[in-house]
C-alpha cells in the first residue's frame, strides 16, 4: 500500500479526484503535498524541541510592509513575501550550528535544482565554510523516500552538474536515508548523527 | 563629546527638539536611536559575513498574513506583526551556534527587563542546554557603552531578581564590553572570542 508522506494510507477519493486531471485541482493537490511535507518536519521539530534533543526552528518568511495602518490596531494594510536568501531552518544540536532545507519533489529519478536559489547555495557554502552542518532533506513523495543529503553534493550538482538536478542514485550511495515513525515523524536527528556524529 | 549609537557626534538640533518634551517627538527619536543601534548590528553583521567572519543574520519578523491579493500579484492585504517567540538573532561561528538579542535602554543604572519575554528567556534556557552560545548584546544609550553579557544571568535576574532589571554593575564585573569601530560599527566578534573562545 501507498502511504501518504503523514504516513496516512492513500485515500481513494483523493486517487480518484487527481484522475480527473482537471489542472487546478492537481495543482492543489501537489500543494498540499509539500504543505504536508513541510508540516511533518515542523511537528518532528516541536517533538525534539519539547524532548530536549536539539533547538531547531523554521525562519518565517520574510515579508516586505509597505503599508502599516495604526489606527486598525498595527494591521498591516499592503505588503509582499520576499524570497527566502537562506534556508528554511536552523538551529543548534550538541552544541553544533544545523542548517538546512527541505524540499518535496514528484520526480522519480532525480531532485530538480530549479526550485533551489544562487543565494542559498551561496548561504549554505558559507555555513560549512563556518564548520556548521548543512543539508538537504528531500522527499521522493511518488517513491516514499526522504533522503538527508549533505549540502556539498547539492552545491557540485548546481555548480557542475550538467542537467540541473541530482540523480536518485546520489542520494542512495551518499544520502542517509531518513525514516518515518509515528512521533516523531521524521527521525532526521537519527540521520544526522549517522552522518555526522 | 558624547557620540550617537552610529558613531556621528551628537547633534544639537537633536538635543534642542528633544528638550521640548513633547512626548510624540521624543519617542520617535527613542525609537530612532534603538533603530540605530539595531542597524549597527545589522551591517556589523554584513562586514562580518563578507569577510567570512562568521555567519549570522537576523530572523524576519514573523508575521500572521490573513489575506491575500492574488489579482494585484500577491499583495498582501491583511495581516499583523507577531511576537518574536526566539531571539532576533542566529548564526554560526567557528562552528558553534550562536543565538543572541540585542537591546537598547536609555537607562544609567539598570536594564529593565520589561522588554524581554518569558517565550525568549525559555528559548535561550534552551540554546543552552544544548550548548550553544546565548547572550545579550545591550547598549547602554546614555553612558555610550555597548555590553556583552551571558544570557545566563539575564536568566537568573529575570527568574530571581528582586526588581525586574540588571543593575549596570552586573554588567560590568560579569560583561565583556564591546567597543565601536568605524568598520564593523560593533566588534561584538571580539567580546564572543573573549568570553567563550
Given amino acids: ?34 504543505m504536508s511535507f513541510e508540516n511533518d518536519i515542523n511537528v518532528s521539530n516541536d517533538y525534539y524541541k519539547e524532548r530536549g534533543i536539539c533547538l531547531i526552528s523554521k525562519r518565517p518568511t520574510p515579508i516586505n510592509v509597505v503599508k502599516v495602518d495604526y489606527s486598525k490596531g498595527a494591521m498591516i494594510t499592503h505588503a509582499y513575501f520576499e524570497t527566502q536568501s537562506t534556508t528554511d531552518y536552523n538551529g543548534v544540536y550538541k552544541g553544533k550550528y544545523i542548517d538546512f532545507e527541505a524540499k518535496n519533489t514528484k520526480n522519480k529519478t532525480s531532485f530538480p535544482l530549479n526550485n533551489i536559489t544562487k543565494h542559498q547555495i551561496e548561504h549554505l557554502k558559507m555555513v560549512i565554510y563556518h564548520e556548521g552542518i548543512a543539508f538537504f532533506i528531500i522527499q521522493f513523495e ?56
Fill in 1 to 34: 500500500m501507498i502511504n501518504y508522506p503523514n504516513g496516512q494510507p492513500y485515500k481513494k477519493e483523493e486517487k480518484k479526484r487527481s484522475s480527473k486531471k482537471n489542472k487546478t485541482e492537481i495543482s492543489i493537490s501537489s500543494a498540499n503535498r509539500g
Fill in 142 to 197: 511518488s517513491l516514499d523516500k526522504v533522503y538527508l543529503l549533505d549540502a556539498s553534493y547539492v552545491i557540485h550538482f548546481y555548480e557542475h552538474g550538467e542537467r540541473k538536478s541530482i540523480p536518485l542514485s546520489c542520494f542512495e550511495e551518499n544520502g542517509i536515508e531518513v525514516e518515518r515513525s509515528y512521533n516523531p515523524r521524521l527521525k532526521y536527528i537519527d540521520a544526522i548523527d549517522k552522518k555526522y556524529f
